[in-house]
């Protein structure tokens, strides 16, 4: 598949475009202020609510994030708050180590976790437990060649799990503070010879522990680490390595970065646009595909739609039957229209980046085996979607219900905020 991840501005707005097969499979739109998400802060912990077992972390000046209990696992406290005390929750007052997991989104304030990771190609180490994982995508073979080549040595136990910080500095009393670092293996090391892999891990396991030690020192409101840039961040959790093998930008200045940089696959090739006279937005009708993408209404080929309406709390989204008038009535009729309209959706739900709760009120079938045969297609569909999403069921009233987490905000509500045109007609 002849994928594209494109950087450039459509009506005037940076956006981040992943295009297959000439369709738009993904869009994003970049603004030039700087995010958290990524971002790694040393925050006062300025409001604990036991009621929603979370607290509220100020990483710089006035600038409050939600910390829920739930990302309060294992805090790595900093100088100054009892930081040899055992494990326990943050309280008001505390210096912690924080990331950013999410943007401001609507009325909801960024959030943070303690569960400090850093990454790069091949591995992801993070702050919490000392297991090592392997990516779900790597074959059971590989998995065990991986351990025996890998997970072995100074930096690891007789399970293949990270040991605690004794290789480090071993003068150094700081690493007594250290929270347990596990470690996960990605699917880029499947054919990368040993020797790589080991010195990328070496690295980035002596990264890590000189970031901790470097936080322990330092004051409140301090970034210990940049969010990563706009195409950085596109990159890293905007798509998958395997959905495009080129990158392409008319900007002259992103290309500059870009060239060089690590965290690019040596393996993709990096190219530049120049057409002044067809600009990249022209090439591939980027501004045509966005108005699709932020329309309401959504054509299927067999002359049905769907409607799809974002609300405060959810996302409603409606089959029709439509034009194709001869069949109606008819069951059979019926579960190909929903067949139809479950790939539509997988498609849109990547595409909109709608997250939170999403119900489908398909067309009704009396059949309970048409409903379970489509609650298992939907779930086929969606598990290509690098966010967590999960089909839970139909509900009493006949709506599929299904989550998605909430990493950065729907596409609509980027576009709002980056004031782009939207479509006259939604409907």
């Known amino acids: 598949m002849n994928g594209k991840l494109i950087f450039t501005k459509v009506n005037e707005r940076r956006c981040a475009i992943l295009m297959q097969e000439n369709k738009l499979m993904a869009a994003s739109f970049q603004g030039e202020k700087e995010k958290i998400t990524g971002g790694i802060y040393v925050a006062r912990i300025r409001d604990v609510v036991k009621d929603l077992n979370a607290c509220f972390a100020e990483i710089e000046k006035g600038v409050v994030c939600f910390l829920p209990g739930t990302q309060m696992l294992c805090p790595y406290f900093l100088s100054g708050t009892d930081a040899a005390d055992k494990p326990r929750k943050p309280k008001q007052g505390d210096l912690v180590l924080v990331q950013g997991i999410r943007e401001a ?29 392997f990516s779900t995508k790597l074959p059971a073979q590989k998995k065990n060649e991986l351990r025996e080549d890998i997970c072995t040595g100074k930096y690891f136990d007789e399970n293949g799990n990270l040991k605690p910080w004794t290789w480090a500095e071993s003068d150094n009393e700081i690493v007594k503070h250290f929270p347990p670092v596990g470690l996960i293996v990605r699917t880029e090391c499947r054919d990368v010879p ?82 002044v006279n067809y600009p990249l937005e022209k090439l591939y009708s980027l501004s045509t595909k966005l108005e699709g993408a932020l329309s309401t209404r959504v054509w299927l080929k067999s002359g049905a739609y769907i409607i799809i309406e974002p609300t405060e709390a959810l ?90 987490m909430k990493t950065v905000p729907p596409l609509l509500e980027q576009a709002r905020k980056y004031k782009y045109p939207l479509p006259k007609n939604k409907v």
């Open 315 to 404: 996302t409603v989204i409606d089959v029709n039957s439509g034009k194709y008038e001869a069949h109606k009535g008819e069951q059979d009729y019926y579960r190909a229209i929903n067949m139809e309209a479950a790939s539509e959706i997988a498609y849109q739900i990547r595409l909109r980046n709608l997250s939170g709760m999403i119900l489908v009120d398909f067309i009704n079938m009396n059949n309970a085996e048409d409903q379970e045969a489509l609650i298992k297609e939907m779930q086929k569909l969606l598990q290509r979607d690098r966010v967590k999403t999960c089909v839970v069921d139909f509900t009493r009233l006949g709506l599929m219900e299904i989550t998605r």
């Open 194 to 275: 040993t020797q790589v892999l080991r010195g990328a891990l070496e690295g980035l396991l002596h990264e890590f522990y000189h970031l901790l030690k470097n936080a322990y020192y330092r004051e409140q409101f301090t970034c210990i680490r940049k969010p990563p840039s706009p195409w950085q961040d596109a990159i890293n959790h905007f798509v998958l390595p395997e959905e495009y093998q080129e990158i392409v930008t008319d900007d002259p200045e992103l290309l500059q970065e870009m060239q060089g940089a690590e965290i690019i696959p040596e393996e993709k090739t990096i190219r530049y646009y120049d057409d």
């Open 105 to 133: 989104q609507k009325t909801k304030q960024p959030a943070v976790t303690t569960k400090i990771s850093i990454s790069n190609r091949f591995f992801v180490l993070a702050l919490g437990s000392n297991k090592t994982n």
